[in-house]
């Protein structure tokens, strides 16, 4: 099994659609889980930290089951300019510096 | 611009060729650490400094490559005698005592 498992995607979704991504991992002692944005040739960019009690920043929301081990990322009405491949990256078994980034899901929003 | 910078942005070698590349952290941040980035693959962990000292090396860090930080500040990361598996993109990124990680814009390596 993979450490970090996501939608193997591409998503297209017209604007204003919500759309949802999915990750797990493999390590249950992980400690620190992110979702970070990613644009063509771009380098990686945090977009948000994922807690236990699930967080919202605007139009994303993201939540983290320990017991399941999964984590999911939600965009609500979404822009053109979402349009990005989106990274699930874990800190494995509680170090506090390795992460371990999933392959990414790629999403294009048409108009 | 105080984020993460990294030099050259692009690289063109032969097979058999040493390169070498450059990352200067968000200044203050006493972590660095390299990625390599494939296409289609998320980024893989290369190593970790904290200050000066090199604390971790990935598996993928064959003795080919080799990276410093030798006054706990810029980094550099050498490959010798280059391979056309090691063309990637290769990040640096830089924190300070937390997980966040802020990475620079990457150094395309093209191996031919």
């Known amino acids: 099994r993979k450490e970090v498992e996501q939608d193997p995607g591409p998503f297209n979704v017209p604007e204003g659609a919500t759309v949802a991504f999915n990750c797990t991992y493999s390590?249950?002692?992980?400690?620190?889980f992110f979702w970070y944005r990613q644009d063509c040739r771009k380098e990686p960019k945090l977009l948000m930290s994922v807690y236990s009690s699930g967080n919202e920043d605007g139009r994303f929301t993201a939540q983290l089951n320990r017991a399941s081990q999964y984590i999911s990322l939600l965009i609500r009405d979404s822009k053109l300019s979402d349009s990005a491949t989106y990274l699930c990256v874990v800190n494995i078994g509680g170090s506090n510096y390795k992460l371990t980034f999933g392959k990414g899901t790629l999403l294009t929003v048409n108009p | 611009d105080t984020g993460v910078s990294q030099d050259p942005r692009h690289k063109i070698t032969k097979r058999g060729q040493n390169v070498t590349f450059r990352c200067d952290p968000i200044s203050e941040h006493n972590r660095l650490y390299w990625y390599r980035q494939t296409l289609g693959q998320g980024p893989e962990f290369l190593t970790y400094?904290?200050?000066?000292?090199?604390?971790?090396k990935s598996r993928l860090l064959s003795d080919r490559f080799s990276a410093e930080r030798p006054k706990g500040s810029f980094s550099t990361l050498e490959i010798q005698r280059t391979e056309q598996g090691d063309s990637a993109m290769y990040l640096c990124a830089s924190s300070l005592q937390s997980d966040t990680q802020y990475f620079g814009p990457g150094t395309r390596l093209t191996v031919l």
């Open positions: 400094f904290q200050n000066e000292a090199q604390l971790e």
């Open positions: 390590n249950s002692a992980s400690q620190s």
